[in-house]
Structures are given as C-alpha cells and as structure tokens.
T-cell receptor
C-alpha cells in the first residue's frame, strides 16, 4: 500500500464548476496535511495546509480532513482554466518532519 | 514570503562526471532541508533529509555514496551527484523548513533539471 494515494486522473471539469480532488494516507499518526499545485516543469507551490478534522476554506479552495477515515480532499470552486495543473497531496509522517507526496491528480479545466 | 533558491536551474553533464546542486534559504534559517527527485509524470520522491551540522538521513534505496549531501550552514545545503549516469537525469527539488515557523512551514526551491548524456 502506498503511503499517500491519489487518483492520477486526468480529472476534467468545465470552467466554473467545482473540482473535487481526493487523497488517502496510510500512517494513522500523521498530523499535518498539505495540498500543492504543480505546473509542468515547475516546482510545487503550497495551496492549503490542514491539521484538524473538518473543513478549512481559503478563497476558492476548501480542504477537508477526516482522520478517522484517513482521508483528505480539496475542493476548487469556480474552476478556472488557470487551475489546470497537477495537484499533489502531501502528508507529514508521524513523529518527524518528512513530507511524503502522493502521485498527484492532473486537473484540466475546459474553457 | 520565504524564498528558496537553487543553482543551477538546468545542467547538462557527461556520463561519469559529478554535478553539485546548491539549495539556499534566502531570508530564513533552515535547520532542515529535504531533497526530492521527480521523474517525468511521476510524483516527488524524497531522497534524503539534510540537517545542519550533522549527517543526512537517506531514504531506503538511495545510495549515500552516489548522492552526497552537505548542510554546512543554516542557509545552504548541497547535493552532489557523483559519477552521474543517464538514469540520474531528473528534476531535483529541495525544500527548506523554516526554523522559526510551524511544522508546516516548508518552502520549495524552483528545481534543477539534470540531464546526463
């Protein structure tokens, strides 16, 4: 079992729709969870971090965390073509500062 | 926001030579830096954790003698790929943790694309 699992996609949504990205993780003791966006040929940029169960909203982005289910999600409202990228879910392993990345989900937003 | 730089951004070298990649935190002190490698259409794979003043911790399957890491100061970590081979061609990205920040405060460099011919 991979430590962080994501559906590789591609996920295609029309402009203005909600894009929903999902991630599961295996280390039950993990405490910190992140969503990064990566454009082709570039390094990742942090979109959201979440540490507690529930929802966290920042502009058009909402991260959701359910530690009991070991599940993290990212919702992107009013999706724009510029949101087209690969979205990486990342988890800090329990007891340390190592960040482990999922394989990423490619998102295409059609104009 | 915090800035992490990498140098060079792109390098081409011949098989058998060594290449050094620098990672610098420009406006904060980074006690811990992380080195990742990313092959095309794949995710970031953690290679090693670099701690200032001590030996790096390598992930399973990463050769210590091939990927030499030095973290001599709070703002600089270097990765040297020794005796490079074409299969080492990849995108190498460093990440730095802000000593004064929270656990989640880590910043990525722009990456170094290595091509070994």
């Amino acid at each position: 079992q991979k430590e962080v699992e994501q559906n590789s996609g591609p996920l295609s949504v029309p402009e203005g729709a909600i894009a929903s990205l999902n991630c599961t993780y295996s280390d039950r003791g993990s405490q910190s969870f992140f969503w990064y966006r990566q454009y082709s040929g570039k390094s990742p940029e942090l979109i959201m971090s979440i540490y507690s169960n529930g929802d966290k909203e920042d502009g058009r982005f909402t991260a959701q965390l359910n530690k009991a289910s070991q599940y993290v999600s990212l919702l992107i409202r009013d999706s724009q073509p510029s949101d087209s990228a690969t979205y990486l879910c990342a988890v800090n392993k329990a007891g340390g500062f190592k960040t482990i990345f999922g394989a990423g989900t490619r998102l295409f937003v059609k104009a | 926001g915090a800035v992490v730089s990498q140098h060079p951004s792109r390098v081409i070298c011949k098989s058998g030579t060594s290449v050094k990649i620098e990672c610098r935190s420009l406006d904060f002190q980074a006690t811990t830096m992380f080195w990742y490698r990313q092959f095309p259409k794949q995710s970031l794979m953690l290679m090693a954790t670099s701690n200032e003043g001590s030996k790096a911790t390598y992930e399973q399957g990463v050769e210590k003698d091939k990927f030499l890491i030095n973290h001599a100061s709070l703002t600089l970590s270097t990765l040297t790929v020794t005796s490079a081979h074409p299969e080492d061609s990849s995108f190498y990205i460093c990440s730095a943790r802000d000593f004064a920040g929270s656990e989640g405060d880590r910043y990525f460099g722009p990456g170094t694309r290595l091509t070994v011919t």
